[in-house]
C-alpha cells in the first residue's frame, strides 16, 4: 500500500531557530517527492520536488533531502520566522500511472514563536 | 502565487440543500482536480479532470459531481448536502497529465453543513 508518514505530528521552535521535519515512504514505483507548505486557511503551496537522481535541493531557507534508498525524506528550516507556522506536507508521486497520482502525507504543523 | 480561485471560501448550509463549489483558473491548463481534506488528515482525490469534456472519480469516494466544460472552470456540486460533507474543499490544476507537472492549489473552501 502507498503510504506516506510524517513525524512529528507537530513541533513549536522560538524564532530564530533551526528545525528539521520527516517523511518516510512506501510508494512505488517512486517519481518524485515534494514538500508543500499550507498557511492555515489556505491551499498548499510547492517548497521542492525532487526526482530519484537528486538528495539535496534548496529554497531559500528551507532545504530538503532525499534518499531513495531508503525511501527518507527531511526538510531542515533554518533561522526560522514567524511567518514559518503553518504545516509542512510531503507529498510522493508513483510512476505508475500517466495521472501523476500524489501520495499526500498529514503534514507537521509547526508554530514559531516570537 | 497561481491563478486559481475558488468560491466562495466559507459556506454553511443547512441538510439537504444544492451547493456549487466553483474553482477557475487563468493559467490554461489542461488538468483539473478536486481534493477533500479534513483537519489534521491528508488530502484525498476526489475528481479529475483531463480536459474539457473530461471527468474522472479520484480514490475517495464522494456524493459529489463535477462538470469540465470550459478549460478554465470546474466547478464541483452537491446535490443533497448532509453533515457528513463537512470538510475543506481544495482545487487544483497543473498544465499536463504525469508525474512530473506541478499542481497548483487554489486557497480552498471550508463546507459546514448543519
Known amino acids: 500500500k502507498n503510504q506516506v508518514e510524517q513525524s512529528p505530528q507537530s513541533l513549536i521552535i522560538l524564532e530564530g531557530k533551526n528545525c528539521t521535519l520527516q517523511?518516510?515512504?512506501?510508494?512505488?514505483?517512486?517519481?518524485?517527492l515534494r514538500w508543500y507548505k499550507q498557511d492555515t486557511g489556505r491551499g498548499p503551496v510547492s517548497l521542492t520536488i525532487?526526482?530519484?537522481?537528486?538528495n539535496t535541493k534548496s529554497n531559500g531557507r528551507y532545504t530538503a533531502t532525499l534518499d531513495a534508498d531508503t525511501k527518507q525524506s527531511s526538510l531542515h528550516i533554518t533561522a526560522s520566522q514567524l511567518s514559518d507556522s503553518a504545516s509542512y506536507i510531503c507529498v510522493v508521486s508513483d510512476r505508475g500511472s500517466t495521472l501523476g497520482r500524489l501520495y499526500f502525507g498529514r503534514g507537521t504543523q509547526l508554530t514559531v514563536w516570537p | 502565487e497561481a491563478d486559481i480561485y475558488q468560491t466562495p471560501r466559507y459556506l454553511v448550509i443547512g441538510t439537504g440543500k444544492k451547493i456549487t463549489l466553483e474553482c477557475s483558473q487563468t493559467m490554461g491548463h489542461d488538468k483539473m482536480y478536486w481534493y477533500q481534506q479534513d483537519p489534521g488528515m491528508e488530502l484525498h482525490l476526489i475528481h479529475y479532470s483531463y480536459g474539457v469534456n473530461s471527468t474522472e472519480k479520484g480514490d475517495l469516494s464522494s456524493e459529489s459531481t463535477v462538470s469540465r466544460i470550459r478549460t478554465e472552470h470546474f466547478p464541483l456540486t452537491l446535490e443533497s448536502a448532509r453533515p457528513s460533507h463537512t470538510s475543506q474543499y481544495l482545487c487544483a490544476s497543473s498544465e499536463k497529465a504525469g508525474q512530473s507537472y506541478e499542481q497548483y492549489f487554489g486557497p480552498g473552501t471550508r463546507l459546514t453543513v448543519t
Open positions: 525532487m526526482t530519484f537522481s537528486e
Open positions: 517523511c518516510n515512504y512506501t510508494v512505488s514505483p517512486f517519481s518524485n
